[in-house]
């Protein structure tokens, strides 16, 4: 794959009024504030309308990146995207932070050592915090100034965009946050590197969040096996027993037809890709929170997540 020339983008770039669409920009950002959390259709509108007429410009830079992101790997995606400062959640800190409100410290403690289902913690409350988390996030998200501390603003990285790339950035957040409260273990991410087996997870987890067929089926699988028993050594060769591998190939593929499709193709035109600039708010929590809690609908039921199997098992001897 062809990279763009950072050099052409600057050149279009030239041609831009960007204090116009700074000033326009501000505007959508202050529409979608006073919001308050509630996107209705009369506001969503005047964000766009706010925005369409400052960025046609903007639209021709990025229409430049269209052909050249076409096809791009998911995998490629996720592993920029773990490079954006604040990605990456310590399972540890964020469990203490969110149950200390509610459990004692004992109850915490074991949390963390299995996780909040075994410890007792009520799938209610966990689907509680899980739903703030959700909504932190998305507000966050739709706030967030993209391009800030991505060296290299719109030109870090060809091929993605620097603001496409945060905004994955966010999704692995919510991903991560919600994945430790419905009794995932630690990810593990690393900036550097990301095993096999993390980014065989993390592909299920964007493949429910996108609403591909066959990712709840993988995270099943995972999920069953996490409940039992077993070491993680012992869990990764049970995983290779089960179509578990075939259904992260098949979802990997669909995510990447996905991401290029209608969140790079499309989504490019209506984020505006503004160096050290804003994006609609709007747009933006339009997109993520739906994701984020199909992402929720899918682990609230699973066993792993369930107090009461916790406590029948226990009851059972097993």
């Known amino acids: ?138 507000n966050k998200v739709s706030t967030v100034s993209f391009a800030s501390g991505l060296p290299g603003g719109l030109a870090m990285i060809a091929t993605i965009p620097a603001d496409t790339l945060q905004y994955f950035g966010f999704m692995m957040r919510v991903m991560q946050k919600l994945s430790y409260l419905y009794g995932f273990s630690d990810f593990e991410l690393s900036e550097n590197e990301i095993s096999d087996e993390t980014m065989n997870l993390m592909l299920l987890f964007f493949g429910v969040m996108f609403g591909i067929n066959g990712a709840n089926q993988g995270i099943k699988i995972v999920a069953e096996t996490t409940s039992k028993k077993i070491s993680k050594s012992l869990a990764q060769k049970a995983l290779t027993q089960t179509a578990y591998y075939p259904i992260v190939k098949k979802v990997a593929t669909a995510l990447g037809f996905k991401m290029s499709k209608d969140v790079f193709a499309k989504g490019v035109s209506k984020v505006v890709p503004v160096i050290g600039g804003v994006v609609s708010g709007g747009v933006t929590y339009l997109t993520f929170k739906p994701c984020a809690k199909k992402l929720k609908d899918t682990l609230k039921v699973l066993r792993l997540s369930d107090s009461e199997y916790y406590k029948e098992t226990l009851n059972e001897g097993e």
């Open 1 to 138: 794959m062809k990279s763009i020339k950072s050099e052409s983008i600057k050149t279009k770039l030239k041609s831009v009024d960007f204090d116009k669409l700074k000033t326009k920009s501000g505007e959508v950002l202050e529409i979608a504030k006073k919001s308050s959390g509630e996107i209705t259709k009369e506001t969503l509108n005047s964000v766009s309308n706010a925005a369409n007429i400052s960025v046609k410009k903007a639209k021709e830079v990025a229409g430049q990146t269209k052909d050249k992101i076409q096809n791009i790997k998911p995998e490629d995606v996720l592993s920029q995207a773990i490079k954006v400062p604040g990605v990456r959640i310590d399972r540890k800190s964020f469990l203490i932070k969110e149950l200390q409100k509610y459990c004692p410290d004992e109850q915490v403690f074991k949390a963390i050592e299995t996780n909040p289902a075994k410890a007792g913690i009520p799938r209610e409350k966990i689907n509680e915090i899980a739903d703030y988390v959700i909504d932190y996030e998305t």
